[in-house]
């Protein structure tokens, strides 16, 4: 799934725009990586799967990311 990322907010949290493109707000400025582990902690949140069932496959350096979720487990 493609989704945008808004580092350095003041919340945690993930939005469904009404087009269904998903925004998530991360605390965590995006410096040494810090950013994306944010990400995948809040993704593991909403999900409600294990952190190690999310991977970014495109964009990690980018705030517009593709990130796979493993919903099987």
Excluded at 4 to 11: I, N
Excluded at 24 to 39: C, E, H, M, S, T
Excluded at 43 to 64: F, H, M, P, Q, W
Aim: net charge positive; glycine share 10%.
């Amino acid at each position: 799934m493609s989704l945008k990322v808004r580092p350095g907010s003041s919340r945690e949290e993930v939005v469904r725009g009404p087009d269904g493109d998903l925004k998530v707000y991360i605390r965590q400025a995006p410096v040494d990586g810090k950013a994306n582990k944010a990400l995948i902690g809040v993704l593991s949140e909403y999900y409600k799967v294990k952190k190690s069932d999310i991977r970014i496959i495109a964009g990690g350096t980018s705030r517009n990311k593709i990130v796979e979720v493993d919903m099987q487990h």
